[in-house]
C-alpha cells in the first residue's frame, strides 16, 4: 500500500517568530481541515478589520475553517512543491500564500462562498500610515460640525481654529490629507472626527481547489498553473 503524503515528517526550521510547537499545531489543524472538506481557497484581504472579519467567520462556523497567519507554516501544511504536496495538485495553492492572505477550507458549495466573499465590503475609519484615497481640505469659516468644548483638541490636531461667539471657526483653509499620500496620526483623527471613513475592508477569492479541479479568480495569476 503507497505511504500517504500526509504521513511525511515537516521541516519547520525556516519558518520563524512563535515556537515550533505553535507551528506544528497550524500545520497539524490545516492537514486535518483539508481531510476533512471538499473544498479549499485563499483569499486576499485589504484594509483588515478583526472585529468585522469575525463576523464574517460565522457565516462558515459549520461547515468551515479559515487560518490566517505566516504564510510559510500555511505552505509547508499544504506542500510547496508537487513532491512533498498532501493531495494532489494542493502546491498551487500555496503558491498563492504571499502578502496579505489566508485560507478557508470548506464543504459549502462553490457558489455560496463566492456569493458570500463577492458582496461582503464595509467601511471604516482609516489609521495612521494608510493611503489616502481623496484629498480633503477644509475651507475658512466656521465648523459647526464641532462643538466649542472640542476646540482645544482641535488646537492640538493643528488645526488653525478659533472660538467665534461660542463656534469654533477655522481662520484658514486646511488641508487634512492629500490623495497618494500616507496619513499622519492627526489626519487619521481628524478625518474621524469628521465622521469620514475612507478604508473598505474588503476579502477577495484567489483560487478554489478541490480533489477534482483547481481554478483561479484572477487573470494575472495564470503563472502558478504553469510553474
Known sequence: M???KRDR???????????????????NGIREAVDRYSSVYVFSFENMRNIKFKEFRQQFRHNGKFFLGSNKVMQV??????????????????KLLRGDTGL?????????????FNAYEDSDYSRTGSIAVETVELKEGPLEQFTHEMEPLLRKLEMPV???????????DFVVCE?????????AHILRLLR????????????????????????????????
Request: charged share 35%; net charge positive.
Open 2 to 4: 503507497p505511504k500517504s
Open 104 to 116: 478557508l477550507v470548506t464543504d459549502m458549495p462553490k457558489e455560496e462562498v463566492e456569493s458570500l
Open 162 to 172: 478659533r472660538l467665534n461667539k461660542g463656534t469654533v471657526e477655522l481662520v484658514a
Open 9 to 27: 515528517p515537516v521541516t519547520l526550521s525556516k519558518t520563524k517568530k512563535k515556537g515550533r510547537e505553535h507551528k506544528e499545531c497550524i500545520v
Open 196 to 227: 469620514m471613513k475612507m478604508a473598505t475592508f474588503r476579502l477577495n477569492l484567489l483560487c478554489r481547489w478541490s480533489p477534482s479541479d483547481f481554478e483561479l479568480y484572477r487573470e494575472d495569476l495564470s503563472d502558478v498553473e504553469t510553474s
Open 77 to 94: 501544511a499544504l506542500g510547496r512543491s508537487a513532491s512533498d504536496e498532501v493531495r494532489s495538485g494542493i502546491y498551487k495553492v500555496s
Open 179 to 187: 490623495e497618494g499620500k500616507p496619513l499622519s496620526p492627526k489626519s
